[in-house]
């Protein structure tokens, strides 16, 4: 007793420590019974939220002067998942604005590079990156919201906090936000120093507004002309659309700085607070083979387009919930047959659950007190993991193991049982299948429906096959004539290039697509 005791003081202790010696300041609302990490504390704390199932989230978008990659793609994917995670499984109503970066730095030297306006630019990447986010299977946010539309507010922005002594204006009409103001400043991170200006107070300010350059897009302000500096268009964007306080702002984990940490401060300047955000979430980058960062300035990076030609989305998607959010990925062949590999595993499960339950798979011995009881016991490991930081790598553990079992179970022979309704457990197979479907449904995996032309195919291939059935079982009644058997192997080999597996068994035939 007296070491439980001990035991328990000791954690108490920690987590008070974690808490009380950062920057944090716990939320005062409705705890959801999640926990998450906070990048502040570097522990895991309660998700609370101000209001009663309403999240409200800012994430933070692509710069559209280029073609979205797969580094990009797996935080989007990422992002998804744990918005699917808290919406359909832990019924909170997501409010999520994605700030898309039009103007900038980048944009204006590609645009004059490729000769065009750097509205069309622009535009023509925003369009490839909407469609890229819809054949990755990302939910669209309740609203993208481009920084060119927010000038105005900017502005407004910049100009209070100059008037409130947090912002200053230097010789060339930039303006500046001033670090030593803000007592909260390397929440996230210890700061870096940004880049030498003589006109900064010190290395760590950052710019607000950019003085125009000859031939640059530019905007009408009380101090000249220019265009917002990067951090302020989020701060921006998120505060118009969702006030002064933040449940959750997420992004990759290069954002932590100077990004995140820049918004944090001039936000809580300009609304007169100590905390906007109170939930930061950083995902882990995706990286070549040997620590090898894939950015664009590197020329190493796998178009999204590209890359849909060799795998599907579904199996990208595998790769992010096979791993923890916050880790950092490795992109390569092997690593990606092994997300191919889990997700075949788990089609071809579904497809053979569903093909006992309709009488068609001829072996299967069923224990269906074992299967129920590990279906419950899946049911509740996964609802743990989810609620712990979003850990869909160990939920994906428990589902594997959920179907390793089940698939022992179909694979063995059973003499006794004629495989029929009423001694085939075909309902306990049923309820497993619909949760295995239903649960990476969820998770945002896309599953393969089934149109009027499409049924009318497979129906097709059901005859076809009932008639290769009677010719094989002629064939193995007599065993000296091999050449009907012949035929039936390659007819099962013909359909095989055209996407159709078919499965021979004793006296009987399944198939699935591949």
């Known amino acids: 007793m007296y070491k439980l005791i001990r035991t328990c003081k000791r954690l108490i202790n920690t987590e008070a420590k974690c808490l009380n010696e950062t920057q944090w300041i716990k939320p005062i609302g409705h705890d959801t019974e999640v926990t998450v990490y906070n990048p502040i504390t570097k522990c895991k704390v309660p998700l609370i939220l101000k209001t009663k199932n309403i999240l409200k989230w800012y994430m933070c978008g692509p710069t559209v002067y280029d073609s979205a990659h797969i580094g990009h793609a797996t935080t989007y994917i990422k992002s998804d998942i744990i918005r699917r995670i808290l919406t359909d499984y832990f019924n909170i109503d997501v409010l999520l604005v994605m700030g898309i970066t039009n103007i900038d730095d980048k944009i204006i030297k590609r645009s004059i590079e490729m000769k065009q306006d750097f509205k069309t630019l622009s535009n023509h990447f925003e369009m490839g990156f909407l469609e890229d986010m819809n054949k990755l299977n990302v939910r669209k946010p309740y609203m993208y919201c481009r920084v060119t539309d927010y000038v105005p507010q900017i502005i407004n922005f910049v100009e209070k906090l100059i008037a409130d002594g947090y912002g200053y204006i230097t010789k060339d009409g930039s303006v500046y936000f001033d670090t030593s103001k803000y007592n909260r400043y390397g929440k996230l991170s210890t700061p870096l120093p940004d880049t030498a200006h003589p006109d900064k107070k010190s290395a760590l300010d950052f710019a607000l507004w950019k003085a125009a350059k000859e031939n640059e897009p530019s905007w009408q302000c009380p101090w000249g002309y220019g265009r917002p500096g990067w951090h302020i268009e989020c701060s921006v964007i998120a505060s118009a659309v969702l006030g002064n306080s933040i449940d959750m702002h997420s992004g990759g984990i290069d954002l932590a700085f100077p990004h995140h940490e820049n918004e944090e401060a001039q936000s809580c ?22 620590d090898v960062k894939m950015s664009k300035s590197l020329r190493n990076t796998v178009n999204i387009r590209d890359y849909l030609e060799k795998y599907s989305a579904n199996h990208l998607r595998m790769l992010c919930l096979l791993s923890h959010y916050r880790n950092g990925l490795e992109f390569t062949d092997e690593i990606m047959q092994n997300a191919v590999s889990v997700t075949k595993k788990i089609e071809n499960f579904v497809s053979d659950c569903n093909t006992y339950v309709v009488g068609k798979l001829q ?54 049982s004629s495989n029929n309704v009423n001694d085939s457990h075909a309902s306990a197979v049923a309820v497993v299948s619909n949760y295995v479907s239903s649960t990476l449904s969820k998770l945002g995996l896309s599953q393969y429906t089934i149109s009027t032309k499409d049924r009318r195919i497979e129906d097709i291939i059901e005859y076809f096959l009932k008639f290769r059935t009677a010719v094989r079982n ?13 035929k039936c192997d390659n007819a099962r080999e013909e359909l095989f290039t055209c996407g159709v597996l078919v499965k021979d068994h004793k006296n009987s035939s399944t198939w699935r697509w591949k």
């Open 474 to 486: 002629m064939a193995l009644e007599n065993p000296k004539n091999n050449v009907l058997m012949k």
């Open 269 to 290: 300047c300009y609304h007169g607070i100590d905390q906007w955000v109170n939930y930061w979430l950083h995902c882990g980058h995706l990286h070549l083979k040997g």
């Open 363 to 416: 072996t299967g011995k069923i224990d269906e007190n074992l299967l129920l009881t590990t279906l419950q016991n899946t049911k509740n490991q996964i609802t743990t993991a989810l609620a712990d930081d979003f850990d869909t790598a160990r939920a994906m553990h428990a589902i594997l193991d959920l179907v390793r079992i089940g698939n022992k179970m179909l694979g063995q022979n059973d003499v006794s």
